[in-house]
């Protein structure tokens, strides 16, 4: 996503930006990239040092009707344009979202405040499969409390054209709507890098060391396209999200200039609020803790996002999971109204640190009635979660 | 403070509180405890081990006045009572704070909000004085700007009641008020301790190890009477908060019990609001950095508290520190309207974890738009202080 004119680039930075030059060819061993203007004309360049930037792009379910112009996506600066646009332009009151990831439940944040109806719909049981069944169990029940149709276990199968709008129907489920998001994942654009012969990890990332450097030496990969090391397993993994991809292109642009920028890796961090409530997570769930080898054990604790005496505050639950073996902290969640999205820095921080449970349960949490009683609802888990140790 | 009455610890807990016993002597080799009863009954306790827990007492300014019924301290329940009794039953519009801590802060904050003219007086010319110099000053203005006077390098050295109410003087200063809070600090209840010959160490505090032991092996401090250990410098600290205090309590409890539980420290995390704003600090300040040996280096950055495309949202101030010989992250301070006072947690939890402002500005912090941008503002600081390390 350039949300930067390509004069600025030129003009201000030097930097000799080609927009409408499609890549089709990397040639590591000669050196450059080659590929056909949007005008027809074939290019080539050369290069020293290549940065493979293609980002991700967002899955298409294979079903009829996927490509209706009332059915879009949502992931560049463009796609969102096009759904504003054709909001604004038709009468739409109904949206069904087909997906239940981060993309889809900010959608549903977004269309709700829209006052637009809104039903999801996924093939998988399980809503959000990797969040603690309990706090998931509260997430959906706050959606449908909030008029949202939650639909798991649905594989849709096609979407038509009725009179009234479109339908979207699976064997046992017809959900009408006027307008179709299409949010059930992405996946790295790095269908170039393996032509290359590049190395490809996690869910077909381009693999890269911490240097983010690729298989070929002078070839780097950074953003949703490449993959990275998790803090907590040590293991590669595949984790799009927006600070990775920034930090990882600000350490190619440090090391193609000569530095020698590593990058620790991610605990995988993320938040994101639907409906006011916040849901945020950093480290391993158990399933992928067990799958790293590890031995989880997990308390979840609900307590309140103020002191008692002060007048408001939310419920918030911590999940909280430390390895049997070690000590050490896997992972956190947490869900609330106020008060989550900030709070999982905390264990986040305490996963970069590679901290045993006990001593992030002895950290110095800020404490104040406005913001959090005084112990902190993630120390209370924390405590608890000792005794099982 | 004791909110629980007696009783229920007598008859649930089965653990014998005798109120009304103030005890006057300590015997360490003794061991036994004795005093007068408020009736006048001459009373001795033996004990295996004991637990020291007198708290701390508010300083009181040593001028004609601070006696009068209209002069109060805010530091027990009781005293708070007092003061909403007081506006309660009495035309007060004004109010006159001495001293601008924690607690005058907190004040202000909750008389502003009852709509009363409130004006804050102490000797020393510098505001917060702990905080970094730019970010006070955002503080003083925002407090001004709200109608708070604030009235910094004027001893005050008299209060007399006057027709109209109350006047507190200084050489160059005379505030009216119809009622004067005391908040000038406090001060460990240590003197029980000292006359027993136990060791006292910072600011007169308790000296205690971290398992809570005094220098007496089976005599025992916690709460705001003792002192602590700073995790940044390792050096005895007396940074008198709720959560310390509380940890500190229930590890005693654990000790006593046979168990062996050792207290990290505290890395000095606070927060508070006034009138919106929220301020927030963990570690050293450039002046302790010093003081401990190190060489710190740091810088102020601003920046939004959530992410530029999203609405709403307020600037936030960054101070960050580090140590120029070891890298070492030594105190990060905060102030602005949201979003400060969990965010001061991640730094907090690296300075457990003795992290490097290298390692702290590679964590993976939660990003999403309502909540933050992309490079969360503690991460822009870590970056430009890393160019100064």
Redesign the interface.
Known sequence: MIVRKAEVFREKQGINVLTGHPVHHIDPAGQTVSGTTLAGEPFEASFDKLLIATGAAPLIPDIPGANLPAVMTVKTLEDGRRVKRFINENPVRRVVIIGMGYIAM?MCETLRRLDLAVAMVKPNPQFLPWLEESLAAVVKEHLVSHGVGVYTGHAMQKIEETDGGLKVSGPELGLPGDMVLLAIGITPNSHLAADAGLELGVRKAIAVDRGLRTSCDNIYAAGDCADAYH?VTGEKTWIP????A??AGWAVADNVCGKDVR???????????VLEL?V?R?GLNAAEARQSGFDPVGVVISARSRAHAHPGGADIWVSILGDKQSGRLLGVQMIGRE?V??????????L??Q?TVE??S???????P???P???PM?VAANQLIKKL
Chains 1, 2 share one sequence.
Request: charged content about 15%; glycine content about 12%; proline content about 4%.
């Open positions: 900010e803090v999200l927006a600070l990775r920034n930090r990058l620790d890796g991610v605990s995988g961090t993320s938040v994101f609020r916040e945020a950093t008060g999205a900030h709070r999982i820095n905390g264990p986040a921080v305490a970069h640190g901290m001593q992030f002895q950290t110095d949490l800020a404490y104040a406005p913001f959090g005084t112990w902190d120390l």
